[in-house]
């Protein structure tokens, strides 16, 4: 499989829809183009469902439906994965920091097996070969192109086979792609606790979708209290015999983590803003559901919470 060529079909669906998405395109002097999908533009449901499945490498299908947690119901994303290290560690995963002079961003997408910049890739052993990239920045502001040579040159592409995707945080498609995240989280926890991220065969979750927020700082907080206190997960793995599912279940969901309980923004914000003083382990879905594919039995773990979720989201 090619995760880049595999998101380069979904990107170039986007520009043809571009209108009825609501999205723009634009191409820089260098060739890189570079879809706005809510900068100066609102975006969409639909393009957020889309970028979604650009994060995945094309690797994994979202849906839009809606989901009742408590006595709330609200919109949400459903994703379903097979090559589930693929698509959710060496695509999906926000794991690059593009910094470039005073330009920031997070980086996700395919274009990340490219430049092997984070140690992960090793860990894993992924490697891929591409002459075009595709790469999702979480930001305001369009990467001048001095950021997506950058971005060219790490992942060994021409500027001209470069696509990029901007969005900010607070927007249609911010909220919808970050819900679209919710089987990645939960395999990223599983890594993070030493769990073979190889052996799990098949993932799925939902998550809702939060409201946008009045900024992007908020929005960071709303958008992962959906899947912290709401999102539900379901994976199918296989077990090697030194390792114990009922043991690993207790300790992935985001309960069990000591920062557990509150809205994300109020805890970042006690903690100074200072990523650094979050737990690390606190990123999980709420609900996990482990199935080992030998015996068939099924192990669970965590509670979908909407109390905290409706206090994240003001309801």
């Known amino acids: 499989m090619n995760l880049n060529k595999g998101a380069l079909k979904i990107f170039e669906e986007i520009e043809e829809r571009k209108k009825e998405l609501e999205c723009s395109v634009l191409k820089q002097s260098n060739g890189t183009t570079i879809l706005d999908a809510g900068i100066n533009l609102p975006g ?4 957020g469902r889309l970028v979604g499945e ?6 994994g299908t979202v849906s839009l439906t809606e989901v009742t947690i408590g006595d709330i119901t609200l919109p949400a994303a459903s994703v379903k994965v097979e090559r589930v290290t693929e698509a959710c560690l060496c695509s999906q995963y926000a794991g690059w920091t593009v910094k470039v002079d005073k330009y920031f961003a997070m980086a996700s997408g395919p274009a ?14 992924y490697t891929e070969e591409s002459d075009v990239a595709v790469v999702v920045l979480e930001t305001r502001e369009f990467p001048p192109e001095e950021v997506t040579k950058y971005i060219a040159d790490k992942c060994g592409v021409s500027t001209s086979n470069l696509y990029v995707v901007v969005a900010p945080t607070a927007c249609l498609v911010g909220s919808v792609q970050i819900s679209a995240r919710v089987v990645e989280v939960g395999v990223h926890k599983l890594h993070e606790l030493k ?3 190889w052996k799990i ?3 799925e979750g939902i998550a809702p979708i939060a409201p946008i927020a009045k900024n992007d700082s908020r929005a960071m907080g709303t958008t992962n209290d959906c899947i912290l206190f709401a999102g ?6 296989e077990v090697s015999k030194d390792v114990s599912l009922e043991e690993l279940i207790k300790k992935v969901p985001s309960s069990a983590s000591e920062q557990y309980g509150t809205p994300f923004y109020d805890l970042f914000k006690s903690v100074g803003f200072d990523f650094y003083k979050v737990d690390p382990l606190l990123f999980s879905p709420a609900q996990v559901s482990l199935t080992d594919l030998k015996s068939g ?4 773990a965590g509670r979908l919470n909407s109390e905290v979720l409706k206090q994240s989201l003001g309801l």
């Not at 969409?44 to 393009?47: D, H, P, R, V």
């Not at 039995?297 to 669970?300: I, M, P």
Request: with cysteine; glycine share 10%; proline share 2%.
């Open 54 to 59: 650009i994060c995945l490498g094309g690797a």
């Open 297 to 300: 039995k099924k192990y669970n």
């Open 44 to 47: 969409s449901n639909e393009a």
């Open 112 to 125: 990340r097996a490219l430049s092997r910049v984070e140690k992960l890739y090793k860990e894993l052993g």
């Open 195 to 197: 769990f073979d991220p």
């Open 201 to 203: 065969k098949k993932g």
């Open 232 to 237: 539900n997960t379901f994976y199918d793995v």
